[in-house]
């Protein structure tokens, strides 16, 4: 992972998140825990160099726009700069084509192993949303099972939170999702 320098937390629709940055870049977001305490811990715990600060202004755009998304705004953070750190050449494809799914729009582990390259990798693809250290603005809550499935996620809250942000953003077909399992 990139180095952080800083972190801060913030609120949102959905609780206490957090951001940690490097001097050009995000590094790492942190989804809403049980409490804000326990957010602050788990971030300071992953980024430990870091010190909470006040975030220069491409980080408090960031999270202006983390607020707005979580708040139901369809909004597109492909533009906020991310670090990805030491990820393999295949995850940072894999990032690439995730980061363009709009919200509201799913792609499912298998489309994205094809569209870089690998059509048998849904695996890898699924390890490389496991390893996201950027939820929510590298929108690995956008990648379902097949056949529509929700498929795991590694936030907090695991599949009814990977559901329920695909309800604040509208996904279509969110309704007919079956939480775990198949249809």
Sequence with gaps: ???AVGYVL??????ACGVAWSPAAIVGVQLPEASEAASRARLAR???AAR????????????????????GEKL???????????ASDLYLRIYEVVRA???????T???VARAVG??????????????????????CHRVLGADGRIGGFSAPGGAAAKRGLLEIEGATSVDELPLFGGR
Excluded: S
């Design 1 to 3: 992972m990139g180095n």
């Design 10 to 15: 913030f609120p949102t629709a959905l609780g």
């Design 46 to 48: 992953r980024h430990p």
């Design 52 to 71: 909470e600060g006040d975030p220069p202004a491409f980080v408090r755009a960031a999270m202006a726009g983390v607020v707005r998304l979580m708040a």
């Design 76 to 86: 597109d953070l492909r533009d906020v700069p991310l670090d990805f750190g030491a």
């Design 101 to 107: 799914i709009p919200p509201g729009k799913t792609l």
């Design 109 to 111: 582990y298998g489309e």
């Design 118 to 139: 690998e059509p048998h990798g849904a695996q890898a693809v699924g390890q490389a949303m496991g390893r996201n250290p950027c939820p929510i603005i590298m929108p």
